[in-house]
């Protein structure tokens, strides 16, 4: 083992030539990494799957409506946005009437562990950050696969923990943003899709280099970090602005997207297709 000295030396014998030609030798540890945006890897999957005119499509956890007119207006079929939240249906309608959608699309209260569906009733299910919310995954991933048609896909896009993510984060912000630890597990959310009946056709997740669904770095969630920073140097004044709970689920979101940045979290994308 080293000593302390010969660590201390190693180190400043890296850094100073390095920071010397930080801008030329080294200039490509500032270039992208490659991937692409987000909803350009998830957008092309449905339409892959054969969805098209004439196909139903679920949009599980719809929130403000924002994929479901998207949904929509792309494939041409006919979009059910679910959610449990009455807020976040009547949100989502008003989008929809706004674009001129209310014939192609429609929503449903209810939530993904009992979908307010018939069973075989849809060819796609669309599900976006939606499963990591659930309290009992493998009875929601039953219910996805009980409302496809024989044949019919699914897309989910869940958070799942890399080695990077120590446990203490994991149970401090999740709590936080309502979501399951349980459910970042990719070995669980894997079984959970075989226990419900569901062949995997594609995976990959949106950091890992070669994978299919690597995602380009967005340099605006840098502003996740900074945000921290000053919340936390101004703790006192932020909680008397916003309260302390609110402060708190603030806090956790922020630093939900900084694990993201890390790579403590990434995504986990899973195209999925019910038995014929």
């Known amino acids: 083992m080293s000593t302390l000295q010969e660590r201390i030396a190693a180190f400043y014998g890296f850094l ?3 920071l010397e030609e930080e801008g030329t030798r080294y ?3 500032d270039a992208s990494p490659g991937g692409r945006p987000m909803s350009e890897l998830l957008d092309a999957i449905p339409a892959r799957r054969g969805v098209g005119a004439g196909s139903r499509v ?3 956890g719809c929130g403000k409506g924002r994929q479901v007119v998207a949904l929509a207006r792309r494939l041409e079929g006919h979009v059910v946005g679910v959610d449990p939240l009455e807020q976040n249906l009547t949100l989502a309608g008003e989008r929809a009437r706004r674009e001129g959608l209310e014939g192609r699309v429609s929503f449903a209260r209810g939530g993904i562990e009992r979908l307010p569906l018939e069973s075989s009733s849809v060819d796609f299910v669309w599900c976006l950050d939606m499963l990591n919310h659930a309290e009992d995954l493998e009875g929601a991933m039953k219910e996805c696969a009980r409302v496809l048609r024989p044949g019919g896909s699914m897309m989910n896009c869940s958070a799942l923990a890399t080695e ?3 446990p203490r984060e994991a149970e401090r912000v999740t709590w ?3 979501m399951n630890p349980a459910t970042l597990s990719r070995e669980r959310m894997s079984a959970a899709c ?3 009946g569901l062949r995997m056709v594609e995976f990959g997740t949106t950091t890992d280099e070669g994978s ?3 995602e380009e770095l967005d340099e605006g969630m840098a502003r996740h970090a900074l945000r921290l920073a000053k919340v936390r140097r101004a703790r006192k004044q932020m909680e008397s602005r916003l309260g302390a709970d609110a402060l708190d689920v603030l806090c956790a979101y922020d630093e939900w997207n900084i694990f993201l940045l ?3 979290v990434t995504y986990g994308v899973w195209v999925l297709e019910r038995a014929r």
Do not use: H
């Open 16 to 18: 100073w030539p390095f």
């Open 164 to 166: 990077l993510l120590e």
């Open 58 to 60: 679920v949009d599980v």
């Open 212 to 214: 299919p669904y690597l």
């Open 27 to 29: 200039a490509y540890l």
């Open 194 to 196: 075989e226990a419900a």
């Open 262 to 264: 890390l790579g403590k």
């Open 176 to 178: 936080r943003l309502g």
